[in-house]
């Protein structure tokens, strides 16, 4: 059974210390970032420029070391192909690497902001990019790494949860039901969109795994994509569709925008837009399993307190019936 506690032992030393194998000198700088999956510290260096990096312990018995690889040589593919992604650094020729229990990776630290959604050039510039991304991806598929599909998306999530004990026994009826529903959409959607491809994706590319540079004399600035840890065989869509919000007019003319960059080196399947629902829908089941899986992790209770509650589980129903609506719209129109 996995380690319910397997960060209990990374401790800054042996942070500092699983680096220092790799022949960096840390200047005793340590930051954690923002990342609860895995584990994930900026790191000082001693005589360095810009002196910054950034150092990824994996979440142990999650993936393969295959699995990794595999996310690792994706990156690398991307960074040839001059595509905007932080991909690993290599020591001695390796990505991944072990010290003390833990694999772990060093990246290059890169800056930046949210990108400004609302701003069309931003969304065509993205579009771009992620044609760029999909132009590679579809090249090849993954060996090792895990499909988007309903069964591992939506039906083995909402049995854990149902399984899990934690939603409040008063609403266990209503969240089976809606997400029963909901599941019914998803599969509707799917049967509607056919047999569209699946490629090689970033999978989570939501505007937190898009870091925006500004321009400067060492370049023009723009976009580059961090994280690809959930990187997996899916639709196309999977990497634009939680890039647009709003209404169905916002969102129609929003995928317009990202669409017209993304369709310079990418062909887009209409088909996909059948999808766009149920990939959300797919993402809430998934979600909620997540958190479920790793309530036993000390840093989810703190992370999340409201989890647990009568409110979060009651706003969940109120999400899925609203998703069980939107699934029996038409698919969105680029407009």
């Known amino acids: 059974m996995p380690d319910p506690h397997p960060y209990s032992r990374l401790t800054p030393d042996v942070v500092l210390n699983a680096l220092d194998s790799l ?26 420029e810009p002196g910054l990096v950034v150092a990824k312990f994996y979440r142990p018995a999650r993936w393969s070391e295959a699995q990794i690889l595999e996310e690792h040589a994706f990156a690398a593919e991307l960074a040839e192909g001059e595509v905007p992604v932080v991909a690993p650094q290599a020591f001695n020729g390796a990505t991944l690497h072990e010290f003390d229990g833990f694999r772990f990776a060093a990246y290059p630290r890169r800056g930046g902001r949210a990108p400004e959604l609302d701003d069309e050039n931003v969304l065509e510039w993205l579009g771009r990019f992620i044609g760029r991304i999909h132009a590679i991806g579809a090249t090849k598929p993954f060996t090792h790494r895990p499909r988007l599909d309903i069964a591992s998306f939506g ?4 049995e854990f949860v149902l399984a899990s004990g934690l939603v409040p026994h008063e609403l266990v009826e209503p969240w089976t039901q809606a997400s029963k529903l909901a599941l019914e959409g998803v599969r509707a959607a799917f049967d509607r969109a056919g047999d569209v491809a699946q490629i090689r994706c970033h999978g989570d590319c939501h505007p937190s795994n898009v870091l925006w540079a500004p321009a400067s004399a060492a370049g023009p600035g723009g976009p580059h994509f961090v994280d690809l840890d959930d990187s997996r065989m899916a639709p196309a869509v999977q990497d634009l569709w939680m890039l ?60 999340f307190p409201w989890f647990n509650t009568q409110r979060y589980w009651q706003d969940r129903v109120l999400e899925l019936r609203e998703q069980v609506a939107a699934l029996q719209e038409p698919a969105l129109v680029p407009r």
Request: charged fraction near 30%; aromatic fraction near 10%; include cysteine.
């Open 23 to 48: 022949g960096m000198r840390c200047d005793g700088r340590l930051l954690a970032l923002n990342s609860y999956e895995n584990r994930v510290y900026q790191v000082g260096l001693e005589g360095a």
């Open 155 to 158: 039906v083995e999530p909402r």
């Open 244 to 303: 647009i919000s709003g209404d169905r007019a916002s969102m129609g003319r929003q995928l317009a925008v990202l669409l017209r960059g993304y369709e310079d080196f990418a062909e887009f399947d209409d088909r996909e837009l059948a999808l766009v629902e149920a990939l959300r829908t797919l993402r809430l089941l998934h979600y909620c399993a997540w958190i479920a899986r790793r309530w036993d992790d000390p840093a989810f209770p703190i992370a």
